[in-house]
């Protein structure tokens, strides 16, 4: 269930996430024990970043991205969710509702995730899917369970991006998860020249 948060709340939220990105970061990509570390795993990350992320919710639960620069602590968010409140959530089963698509309740709380998929991107391929993520945003108006929905949602960044997507009518967790299998967790994407 989506719950609409207040200007003050989401300022809040969003200094929080500044405060979990570092945290989550540095956990990620905490180094293996010298014995099995190999020399190439320190350069198989990027600088920027898109980590598909879902999350516990009242219903279904949510998917959404977290984006941006490794060594910055900002992190930008980006999913599709109904804008309002219940009666939108429950119009959106029936009908297409009003959406929005930056930061929503929960997404930047650790204890309500349930997925993560990071992969990063050097910087002229992460300008153009940070791009892409903006045009998508301002591109999609509306919210529906069925079409238009948050799996949709971060399904088209990922396909953007060049990495096989599995189907979008699954628990936004269960989706996280099958997009980090079917692309054998890979964890470096590179743009085609045509994307």
């Not at 949510?62 to 939108?88: I, M, Q």
């Amino acid at each position: 269930m989506i719950q609409p948060a207040s200007a003050g709340e989401a300022h809040k939220r969003l200094a929080d996430a500044h405060a979990l990105v570092s945290t989550d970061a540095s956990v990620s990509s905490r180094p293996a024990p010298p014995s099995t570390r190999r020399p190439a795993s320190s350069s198989a990350k990027g600088p920027y970043y898109v980590d598909f992320r879902a999350r516990t919710a009242a219903s279904w639960g949510h998917a959404f991205v977290w984006y941006g620069k490794t060594s910055e602590r900002a992190v930008e968010v980006a999913g599709l969710t109904p804008a309002g409140d219940t009666l939108a959530y429950v119009l959106g089963h029936l009908t297409w509702v009003p959406s929005e698509t930056g930061a929503s309740y929960g997404d930047l709380d650790p204890e309500y995730l349930t997925a993560s998929y990071r992969v990063y991107l050097n910087e002229p391929d992460a300008r153009r899917v940070f791009a892409y993520i903006k045009q998508l945003q301002a591109s999609s108006p509306v919210w529906n369970a069925e079409t238009t929905n948050c799996t949709g949602f971060i399904g088209n960044i990922a396909g953007f991006m060049g990495l096989k997507v599995p189907p979008r009518w699954q628990r936004p967790e269960n989706f996280v998860n099958s997009l980090k299998q079917m692309n054998g967790a890979r964890r470096m994407v590179q743009l085609s020249p045509e994307q």
